[in-house]
């Protein structure tokens, strides 16, 4: 049994003193290190005995650090400290290591968290959510977007069994999900690899859309970025720059991100527009707009036609809606019943709030709340006009 003279003889780096403190505490660390291992390769396989060892090693590294900071006076104290302490560094390993797989960086799950929110717990449609509704600087593109779902659920493991027929060229154990894997010798040849992504890219074309009105087919991620060099050509020979200093900020910036997409090479800078007082206003005005369109472009498009007409948003024709609204006019022009209309507009109403409150909370959480109250008052029956 360790004693305490040895406890302390070792804080003095006495090394047979360490060997009984180690040999003492082994059993535990391991113990831990298996339950550590586990997290990681729940259904077992080769990686269970890797991670095993790997949080082992990391547990014994531990223990020499309650060494240097103990400081109570008996063997059960520090018995009892050794085990918390070695439990939570094995945890938050854990943590690190299916997380930092996954790809995910802190501010991309702080985005995804504010979405699962909006999604009803739904983590594949804050997914979605992540990549239309934060403001622009926080929106994440599909791959960070799918990255913190990875890391929101936790990784799943190649060796899960995923059916209950054999593997392929086995006898004695079941498909896994790394039997389904495919696995490439080498990369495709001539992909392009744009340094702002896919998914900015695609974001640029939406602001030129609306801003200049360059329209650009869908097509897949490869189509798009083999044919990219060609379409940025193309715009810099045709495109129609506005003449309104904000509007006109917008299609430089977005024909910035286009050519940064083409190459990883600095191509130039685009020279700002003189500024006046009224930037700052139209900006801000401008970010609203955008942040109320994205929001209705997450929904449904039966709620997101209703809403659009009940309050005439984006130029569409104005219905109204409660006492003044038209309900035959917008029943007439949306070919829906009154019954659809005023369904589609008390749930779009909701949903619409919950995306919008969700998309404010990543700037300002005093706000976020003031407009959570507002609506939980005025998306009531009491409050329902």
Request: some cysteine.
């Amino acid at each position: 049994m360790l004693e305490f003279a040895t406890i302390v003889a070792a804080q003095t780096n006495d090394l047979d003193a360490i060997t009984e403190v180690i040999k003492a505490t082994e059993s535990r660390v391991t113990i831990l290190a298996d339950k550590a291992a586990r997290r990681m390769a729940p259904h077992g396989g080769a990686r269970l005995a890797e991670y095993r060892e790997e949080f082992a090693q990391i547990g014994r590294v531990a223990v020499w650090d309650c060494l240097k900071r103990f400081t109570d006076t008996t063997e059960e104290a520090f018995m009892r400290y050794v085990y918390t302490t070695v439990e939570t560094t094995l945890k938050d390993a854990a943590r690190a290591e299916r997380n930092g797989a996954a790809g995910a960086d802190e501010n991309a799950v702080k985005v995804f968290a504010a979405m699962v929110e909006a999604a009803d717990g739904d983590v594949y449609e804050a997914a979605k959510l992540a990549q239309t509704i934060p403001p622009k600087g926080k929106r994440l593109s599909a791959e960070r977007a799918e990255a913190a779902r990875l890391a929101w659920q936790g990784a799943a493991s190649l060796d899960k069994v995923i059916s209950s027929e054999k593997a392929t060229g086995t006898s004695d154990r079941e498909t896994t999900l790394g039997d389904r894997l495919p696995v490439y010798d080498e990369e495709p040849d001539g992909e392009i690899r744009p340094k702002v992504g896919h998914g900015a890219a695609l974001e640029a074309l939406a602001v030129l859309r609306r801003y200049a009105d360059v329209f650009v087919a869908t097509t897949t991620p490869g189509m798009f970025a083999a044919n990219l060099p060609t379409l940025v050509d193309r715009l810099e020979d045709t495109l129609t720059v506005p003449s309104d200093p904000t509007t006109r900020r917008y299609v430089l910036d977005a024909m910035a991100v286009l050519r940064s997409a083409v190459s990883t090479a600095t191509e130039g800078e685009v020279t700002d527009d003189l500024r006046d007082v009224r930037d700052e206003r139209m900006a801000e005005s401008a970010d609203k707009h955008q942040r109320v369109n994205d929001c209705l472009d997450s929904m449904g498009q039966a709620q997101r036609d209703v809403l659009r007409h009940s309050f005439g948003i984006n130029g569409v024709s104005d219905f109204g809606w409660g006492d003044g609204c038209d309900m035959d006019g917008i029943c007439a022009y949306l070919d829906m019943t009154h019954q659809n209309v005023k369904a589609h507009r008390a749930k779009g109403r909701k949903a619409f709030a919950k995306r919008y409150v969700a998309s404010v909370r990543l700037d300002s959480e005093e706000l976020a709340d003031a407009l959570e109250a507002a609506a939980a008052e005025i998306l009531t029956n009491r409050g329902r006009k």
